[in-house]
């Protein structure tokens, strides 16, 4: 059995899913693109501004899940353009310390709303 995490300091779910599922040791934090939980709109049309917001909706789901980036173990980075990679590594790596999660990073043909980045990651307690 799982719980639904959600906070208000992060956007709201753009379709039939979560922000993410808590199953107690795990927890799945769906794919989160640049907006701000305020406005629902991109914070830039930036990849790097965009990338620091994802990370900041992701910071504001752990937080409601009472963990930190230091919790991450596994995240996957979807963008819309490989050009775009050394600046999102840039940003990505800023908010994290080793060890670092494993990690897996793509191209896509198309994300929602247009966004530039998409991450999705997982946590684990203790």
Known sequence: MF???????????????SQATDLGNLIFISGQIPLNAETMEFVSDDVKEQTAQVMKNIGAILKEAGLTYQNLVKMNIYLDSMDNFAIVNEVYASYLNEPYPARAAVEVSKLPKGAKVEIEAIAARG
């Open 3 to 17: 719980k639904s995490v959600s906070t208000d300091q992060a956007p709201s779910a753009i379709g039939p899913y």
